[in-house]
Nanobody, 121 residues
Framework: QVQLVESGGGLVQAGGSLTLSCATS????????MGWIRQAPGKEREFVGG???????YYVDSVRGRFTISRDNAKNMVYLQMNSLKPEDTAVYYC???????????????WGLGTQVTVSS
């Protein structure tokens, strides 16, 4: 059992940067793979990227090279650094925990409530 709370969302101009944080509590963070998933209005939830228990990362093609995921198990924190933001990145971003890193959103067992990211043109 783990509780997740996202923060750091907001309004930014295209080309700007934003860092999202995920604060965790409950079970030891190092036990979980962590994913970042986003949902734009009218669309299904979409896996963005994730980090496994040992720190390895994976990103979808649309964000690779622009987004960076990191974790600090000692601080119970997971981060999503977003650079060169585009209007199509606008969505609610969720932090999620699961047994392993997966591109399937259904693979994640625990979810935060999300934080809004809006990128203006």
């Amino acid at each position: 059992q783990v509780q997740l709370v996202e923060s750091g969302g907001g309004l930014v101009q295209a080309g700007g940067s934003l860092t999202l944080s995920c604060a965790t509590s409950g079970r030891t963070l190092s036990m979980y793979a962590m994913g970042w998933i986003r949902q734009a209005p009218g669309k299904e939830r979409e896996f963005v990227g994730g980090i496994n228990r040992s720190g390895g990362t994976y990103y979808v093609d649309s964000v690779r090279g622009r987004f960076t995921i990191s974790r600090d198990n000692a601080k119970n924190m997971v981060y999503l650094q977003m650079n060169s933001l585009k209007p199509e990145d606008t969505a609610v971003y969720y932090c999620a925990a699961g047994d392993m890193l997966s591109v399937r959103v259904r693979a994640y067992d625990y979810w935060g409530l999300g934080t809004q990211v809006t990128v203006s043109s």
